[in-house]
C-alpha cells in the first residue's frame, strides 16, 4: 500500500522568503513521487517529479525537492517565494512494478504569499 | 506535443438528472486515462482509470460510471446525480515509463 502526508493544510510565507512545503511518503517498493501546483478553477500542473535517478529534483518556476530515503520524504523548497506562487500544492506517490498506474495524492497544502 | 481536454468548464445540474462529462486527449496514443474528483476542501479522489479501449477500473463504489469508447476519449456520467457529487472532475492522461500524470482543465459541477 502506498500514502502520502502533507503537513500543514495551510503555509503562509513572506514574499521573498523561503518556501518549506512538507511531504512524507510510505510506499512498500521504492516509488515515484511527484508534485504538482493547482490554481484556482484550475486543473492540476506538475512541478516536478523524482523517479529514481537524482535525489534532487529542480522543476518549474524554480521549486526543487529532495528525496531522503531515511526519512521517507519529499520536501519541496524555493528560496524566494513570489506572489505568483500562491496556490495549492499536491504531493502523490506511485509505486512502480506494482501494477498500479494510478497515482495516491496527499490532501494538499495551500500556500499564501504575504506581500 | 500532448494535450488535454474536458467539457463542459462548468455546469449546474438538478438533483437526479442524468450527467455526461468528456475528456479528449491530443498528441499520442494509447494513454493511460484517470477520472478523479476533488471536492470542496479536500484532496483528489480517484474514481476511474482506464488502460485501454472498453478497459474500466473503478476505485470508489458510487453512482457514477466511466466508459471509454475511443482510444483517446474518455467520458463519466450519472443516470441520476446526487447532492453528493457536486466538486471539480479533472481528467488526466500518462504514459510512458513513468507514467506521470497530466490533468486537463476540469470540471465544475454543481448539483442543486
Known amino acids: 500500500a502506498q500514502s502520502v502526508t502533507q503537513l500543514g493544510s495551510h503555509v503562509s510565507v513572506s514574499e521573498g522568503a523561503l518556501v518549506l512545503l512538507r511531504c512524507n511518503y510510505s510506499?512498500?517498493?521504492?516509488?515515484?513521487l511527484f508534485w504538482y501546483v493547482q490554481y484556482p478553477n484550475q486543473g492540476l500542473q506538475l512541478l516536478l517529479k523524482y523517479t529514481s535517478a537524482a535525489t534532487l529534483v529542480k522543476g518549474i518556476n524554480g521549486f526543487e525537492a529532495e528525496f531522503k530515503k531515511s526519512e521517507t520524504s519529499f520536501h519541496l523548497t524555493k528560496p524566494s517565494a513570489h506572489m505568483s506562487d500562491a496556490a495549492e500544492y499536491f504531493c502523490a506517490v506511485r509505486a512502480p512494478d506494482t501494477g498500479r498506474r494510478a497515482l495516491t495524492f496527499g490532501s494538499g497544502t495551500r500556500l499564501q504569499v504575504q506581500p | 506535443s500532448q494535450t488535454i481536454h474536458q467539457w463542459p468548464a462548468t455546469l449546474v445540474q438538478p438533483v437526479g438528472s442524468p450527467l455526461s462529462l468528456e475528456c479528449t486527449v491530443e498528441g499520442t496514443s494509447n494513454p493511460n486515462l484517470y477520472w478523479y474528483r476533488q471536492a470542496a476542501g479536500r484532496g483528489l479522489q480517484l474514481l476511474f482509470y482506464?488502460?485501454?479501449?472498453?478497459?474500466i477500473s473503478s476505485e470508489v463504489p458510487q453512482n457514477l460510471s466511466a466508459s471509454r469508447p475511443q482510444d483517446r476519449q474518455f467520458i463519466l456520467s450519472s443516470k441520476k446525480l446526487l447532492l453528493s457529487d457536486s466538486g471539480f472532475y479533472l481528467c488526466?492522461?500518462?504514459?510512458?515509463?513513468?507514467?506521470?500524470?497530466?490533468f486537463g482543465p476540469g470540471t465544475r459541477l454543481t448539483v442543486l
Open positions: 488526466a492522461w500518462s504514459g510512458g515509463g513513468t507514467d506521470t500524470q497530466y
Open positions: 510506499s512498500s517498493v521504492p516509488p515515484y
Open positions: 482506464s488502460v485501454g479501449i472498453g478497459q
